[in-house]
């Protein structure tokens, strides 16, 4: 079975503190995708970043930055110095074969000046 | 940067009553996507549609629910008979082809149904 799982329901950090989000995974797929995109208040989805099963290479862009760690089956991701327009929720998803997407269930993340 | 377009934003509209949601989904995309998410919750897939024809389609997508491409671009959605439960946002996505697995979103379109 496909899961995705964000055990933190809502997170609150004052600006330019450091942030992980959590995101863990199961998934019988021997080659599989993780992403993470954003939907801030206004309602969209952004994609963020997208990892290869095969590929656990660590991903840093600007103050983002990602940690795969198939052993764990893990995906967190990582704000650095935060900033109150990274107020957002956060999703983690996989997928795997038949390409649709498994969302987990989404972290709140306020950033407060 | 192309992008993926949804309209309406937003549609209210009485139980029972047909609606149609409708997606342009980014130029030379092969493979197109409706997710909702109701308020406050996960999205969940409904439905992926290539060459012409529904793929996969999960247990939401009940036979009330209805995908269509008419023509070379719009992606539609149709609800025929709403419910309450329909109430969500509803989001269209699509992927470039095999070998590229990111799926682009639309802005969604939130639907009420009163």
């Known amino acids: 079975a496909q899961k995705v799982t964000q055990a933190q329901t809502e997170i609150s950090v004052v600006e330019k503190e450091d942030v992980t989000l959590d995101c863990v995974y199961e998934t019988r797929d021997t080659t599989y995708y993780l992403f993470w995109y954003k939907q801030p208040p206004s309602g969209e989805l952004v994609f963020l970043i997208r990892?290869?099963?095969?590929?656990?290479q660590n991903e840093i862009s600007g103050r983002y930055s990602w940690n795969f760690q198939k052993s764990t089956s893990s995906f967190n991701f990582t704000i650095t110095a935060s900033q109150v327009v990274d107020s957002a929720v956060y999703f983690c998803?996989?997928?795997?074969?038949?390409?649709?997407?498994?969302f987990g269930s989404g972290t709140k993340l306020n950033v407060k000046p | 940067e192309p992008e993926v377009t949804q309209t309406p934003s937003h549609q209210v509209t009485q139980m029972g009553q047909e609606v149609i949601l409708r997606c342009v989904p980014i130029s030379n995309h092969l493979y197109f996507y409706w997710y909702r998410q109701i308020l406050g919750q996960k999205v969940e897939f409904l439905v992926s549609f290539y060459n012409n024809e529904i793929s996969e389609k999960s247990e939401i997508f009940d036979d009330q629910f209805s995908v269509e491409r008419p023509d070379g671009s719009n992606f539609t959605l149709k609800i025929r008979s709403t419910k309450l439960e329909d109430s969500a946002m509803y989001f269209c996505?699509?992927?470039?082809?095999?070998?590229?697995?990111?799926?682009?979103f639309g802005p969604g379109t939130r639907l009420l149904v009163l």
């Open positions: 990892r290869n099963s095969f590929d656990e």
């Open positions: 996505a699509s992927r470039a082809g095999r070998g590229r697995e990111t799926q682009y």
């Open positions: 998803a996989l997928s795997g074969n038949f390409n649709k997407f498994y």
